[in-house]
């Protein structure tokens, strides 16, 4: 079974950045490709980026390109979730989730807490 686990969230203004976390633990943790998702109140959760256990990336959106970007750290058992130039619509839950396998079209299991981000002057 593997666990993910968000850290990093906060109050910034808008254009400012951030740098989320998912700490990932279990059984084969690196293994796993991992995607990053996010939820605003009201709406329905939205998937962002995903980084493969080769690390390719993968997008699912285009409100995102540019601004935000996604990496491994060496130990494969964190991955960060970057965000720059933050405006107040990227106000939202946050939430890791590790996939079924290694590559991102297999699916996401294993979601995480969340952790709030909130963009606001």
Not at 21 to 34: E, L, P, Q, T
Not at 44 to 61: G, H, V
Not at 68 to 96: G, W
Request: aromatic fraction near 12%; charged fraction near 15%.
């Amino acid at each position: 079974q593997v666990q993910v686990v968000e850290s990093g969230g906060g109050l910034v203004q808008p254009g400012g950045s951030l740098r989320l976390s998912c700490s990932v633990s279990g059984f084969i943790s690196d293994y796993y490709a991992i995607g990053w998702f996010r939820q605003a109140p009201g709406k329905e959760r939205e998937a962002l980026l995903c980084i493969s256990r080769t690390d390719d990336i993968s997008y699912y959106t285009n409100s995102v390109k540019g601004r935000f970007t996604i990496s491994r750290h060496n130990d494969k058992n964190v991955v960060y979730l970057q965000m720059n130039n933050l405006k107040p619509e990227d106000t939202a839950v946050y939430s890791c989730a590790a996939a079924i396998s290694y590559y991102c079209a297999s699916g996401f299991r294993s979601w995480g807490p969340g952790t709030q981000v909130t963009v606001s002057s």
